[in-house]
């Protein structure tokens, strides 16, 4: 798997002391500015109209977020124009801005925000990227369901029109995307074969995966043909090697590059990585968290980090063996913790 290196986030010497706590006109956030990432005390948003304001209480780690810090955004919409990075996580409203119906403040809310900021203790979001955080899933969990979540709905979903009896292969089973993606296809009645290592065959099988193939131990183009729809989320090697197993008329998605529209082409295959276009996002995440309460979606939370650890979460992240989800503690509801007030993350 290719790892992005965050090159441009170099560490400095640990600050010195905590300041007072952030006041009403402020909070803490971590800010990638200058190649550096940094624990500040930024001007709190407030929710314009059509907006709520959220208190976060997780942040869950992507790829997006590093691939962001190190110049290499996912796509142009996941570049933290503010600098504060994060594209996903929970929280409660802690403010409605003017047209928002249907929500009130104290609602425990999950939030999806492409453009970045949720490594921060507020964000202010449009009220049609949340959903109701299902009462089943803690805020942990919960926090890891939007950007993996709408990645795999969409590529499935909107995309390959997923449908029963259809065979699934989810390239990269046990991450984030991955997960989610053997969720939603076994939920939609597929029958799913999953890649991972050994050690996680027993994590995608409680996840509904009918086959998990060792990536160490096996090629999957040795075992597989006439695939209806392969999803990869690993690298474009796996990529091309998928385009062997996918049936002619069937679908590649990729959320982790692509082989040339001429060799798509020449397979009959139909590929494409993940698209803006497709379910709104809200009703998207009203579904996925619809399936969480009714327990048949499940967000396994493999690290909680705090917000003055990011780097150590990216450096796991970049790592590239994270089981489910990882999350920066931003407030654990016990009156915990978003760090110090301004100081450079210490390894
Ligand atoms: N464009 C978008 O909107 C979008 C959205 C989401 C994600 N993405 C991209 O999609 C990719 C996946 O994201 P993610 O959040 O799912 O990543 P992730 O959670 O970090 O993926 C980690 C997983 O990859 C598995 N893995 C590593 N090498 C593997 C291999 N050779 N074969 C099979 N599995 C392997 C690991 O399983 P083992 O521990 O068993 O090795 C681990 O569970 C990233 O490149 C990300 O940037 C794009």
Same mark, same amino acid.
């Given at each position: 798997?290719?790892?992005?290196?965050?090159? %441009?986030?170099?560490?400095?010497?640990?600050?010195?002391?905590?300041?007072?706590?952030?006041?009403?006109?402020?909070?803490?956030?971590?800010?990638?500015?200058?190649?550096?990432?940094?624990?500040?005390?930024?001007?709190?948003?407030?929710?314009?109209?059509?907006?709520?304001?959220?208190?976060?209480?997780?942040?869950?780690?992507?790829?997006?977020?590093?691939?962001?810090?190190?110049?290499?955004?996912?796509?142009?919409?996941?570049?933290?124009?503010? &600098?504060?990075?994060?594209?996903?996580?929970? &929280?409660?409203?802690?403010?409605?801005?003017?047209?928002? %119906?249907?929500?009130?403040?104290?609602?425990?809310?999950? %939030?999806?925000?492409? &453009?970045?900021?949720?490594?921060?203790?507020?964000?202010?979001?449009?009220?049609?990227?949340?959903?109701?955080?299902?009462?089943?899933?803690?805020?942990?969990?919960?926090?890891?369901?939007?950007?993996?979540?709408?990645?795999?709905?969409?590529?499935?979903?909107?995309?390959?029109?997923?449908?029963?009896?259809?065979?699934?292969?989810?390239?990269?089973?046990?991450?984030?995307?991955?997960?989610?993606?053997?969720?939603?296809?076994?939920?939609?009645?597929?029958?799913?074969?999953?890649?991972?290592?050994?050690?996680?065959?027993?994590?995608?099988?409680?996840?509904?995966?009918?086959?998990?193939?060792?990536?160490?131990?096996?090629?999957?183009?040795?075992?597989?043909?006439?695939?209806?729809?392969?999803?990869?989320?690993?690298?474009?090697?796996?990529?091309?090697?998928?385009?062997?197993? %996918?049936?002619?008329?069937?679908?590649?998605?990729?959320?982790?590059?692509?082989?040339?529209?001429?060799?798509?082409?020449?397979?009959?295959?139909?590929?494409? &990585?993940?698209?803006?276009?497709?379910?709104?996002?809200?009703?998207?995440?009203?579904?996925?968290?619809?399936?969480?309460?009714?327990?048949?979606?499940?967000?396994?939370?493999?690290?909680?980090?705090?917000?003055?650890?990011?780097?150590?979460?990216?450096?796991?992240?970049?790592?590239?063996?994270?089981?489910?989800?990882?999350?920066?503690?931003?407030?654990?509801?016990?009156?915990?913790?978003?760090?110090?007030?301004?100081?450079?993350?210490?390894?």
């Amino acid at each position: 798997m290719r790892i992005y290196p965050v090159a %441009v986030v170099v560490l400095l010497a640990a600050s010195s002391g905590a300041r007072v706590a952030a006041d009403e006109a402020t909070m803490r956030a971590a800010v990638v500015s200058a190649a550096t990432i940094r624990m500040r005390d930024v001007a709190r948003p407030v929710a314009g109209p059509g907006q709520v304001l959220v208190r976060m209480r997780y942040a869950s780690v992507n790829p997006a977020d590093w691939k962001s810090a190190g110049g290499n955004p996912e796509d142009a919409t996941a570049r933290a124009p503010a &600098g504060i990075p994060g594209v996903d996580g929970s &929280g409660v409203i802690a403010q409605v801005g003017a047209g928002v %119906v249907g929500y009130s403040i104290g609602d425990p809310v999950i %939030v999806w925000s492409p &453009g970045g900021g949720t490594y921060a203790q507020y964000l202010a979001v449009p009220a049609d990227s949340i959903a109701r955080k299902p009462d089943r899933l803690s805020f942990a969990e919960a926090a890891g369901m939007a950007h993996a979540g709408l990645a795999a709905w969409n590529m499935l979903i909107d995309q390959a029109r997923v449908r029963a009896g259809q065979s699934v292969l989810v390239l990269g089973g046990a991450g984030g995307v991955g997960s989610a993606a053997v969720q939603i296809a076994k939920i939609k009645g597929a029958r799913v074969v999953a890649t991972a290592s050994a050690r996680n065959a027993d994590y995608l099988k409680s996840l509904g995966a009918d086959t998990v193939l060792d990536y160490t131990a096996q090629h999957f183009e040795d075992q597989l043909r006439n695939i209806d729809i392969a999803i990869n989320t690993v690298d474009v090697d796996n990529a091309y090697r998928a385009l062997a197993v %996918v049936r002619r008329g069937g679908y590649l998605l990729s959320s982790a590059g692509l082989p040339t529209p001429a060799q798509c082409a020449a397979r009959v295959v139909s590929c494409a &990585g993940r698209s803006r276009d497709g379910t709104p996002v809200r009703l998207a995440l009203e579904q996925i968290a619809d399936w969480s309460q009714a327990g048949r979606f499940k967000v396994n939370v493999d690290r909680s980090f705090a917000l003055s650890e990011v780097l150590q979460a990216w450096q796991y992240s970049q790592a590239g063996h994270t089981r489910g989800k990882s999350v920066i503690r931003i407030d654990d509801g016990n009156g915990a913790s978003a760090g110090p007030s301004n100081g450079v993350m210490t390894p």
